[in-house]
Nanobody, 124 residues
């Protein structure tokens, strides 16, 4: 049974940092690309960052480049999202996801497995 379990969300002031973790089980972690998406109230779920399994290439949504870093530990079956210089507009539920795709991993529809999400709230 595939499971993705996020943790690390919370309330932080503008300019602060959080590190999200996503523990995976039930599939070959090293053979899957991992992504982070977020969904703010009233908005569609959007791409944040992704890590391709075959090349270790990483991809970021423009507004988080230079502030967020995705990383993965294949030995621990865990993917992380380090978020620095947080802004109120980063407030959302953050989801991790897994896909067998190695390309087009910015596309939400290409992800098969999803976690339940963790709330991140940035106060101004």
């Amino acid at each position: 049974q595939v499971q993705l379990v996020e943790s690390g969300g919370g309330l932080v002031q503008s300019g602060g940092s959080l590190r999200l973790s996503c523990a995976a089980s039930g599939f070959t972690f090293s053979g899957m690309s991992l992504g982070w998406f977020r969904q703010a109230p009233g908005k569609e779920r959007e791409f944040v960052a992704a890590s391709a399994y075959d090349t270790d290439n990483t991809y970021y949504e423009d507004s988080v480049k230079g502030r967020f870093t995705i990383s993965r530990d294949n030995a621990k079956n865990t993917v992380y999202l380090q978020m620095n210089s947080l802004r109120p507009e980063d407030t959302a539920v953050y989801y991790c996801a897994a896909t067998a795709y190695a390309r087009d991993i910015r596309t939400r529809q290409n992800y098969r497995y999803w976690g339940q999400g963790t709330q991140v709230t940035v106060s101004s």
